[in-house]
């Protein structure tokens, strides 16, 4: 079991920067895919970032070369740094895990663990 929590949201203006934490607890010594999915109003859960447990990060093409997911493994938290926001990037924001050992996918159901999301609003 994992337990995330999230924090770091808020309002912003475009152009603006915004860093998310998540900090976990639980069993936090096995290798898991871990990410952040975002949902904005009416629309689908969509995965913004995630990284696998070798390292490897992935990017919804939208915020490529703007958002960088990384984490701090001894304190058990994952960030994710948000740059030249953009109104469209207006969503609550979750963080999520996979059971471990698993790479990461792009669709929701594959999560396990999800967070209580944080929200994020960027005006123009």
């Known amino acids: 079991q994992v337990h995330l929590v999230e924090s770091g949201g808020g309002s912003v203006q475009g152009g603006g920067s915004l860093r998310l934490s998540c900090a976990s607890s639980g069993d936090t010594s096995t290798g898991r895919c871990m990410g952040w999915f975002r949902q904005a109003l009416g629309k689908e859960r969509e995965r913004v970032a995630s990284i696998d447990p070798d390292g490897t990060t992935r990017y919804l093409r939208s915020v490529e070369g703007r958002f960088t997911v990384f984490q701090d493994n001894a304190n058990n938290t994952l960030y994710l740094q948000m740059n030249n926001l953009k109104p469209e990037d207006t969503a609550t924001y979750y963080c999520?895990?996979?059971?471990?050992?698993?790479?990461?996918?792009?669709?929701?159901?594959?999560?396990?663990?999800w967070g209580q999301g944080t929200h994020v609003t960027v005006s123009s």
């Open positions: 999520v895990a996979r059971h471990p050992d698993l790479p990461c996918l792009t669709w929701a159901s594959a999560y396990a663990y």
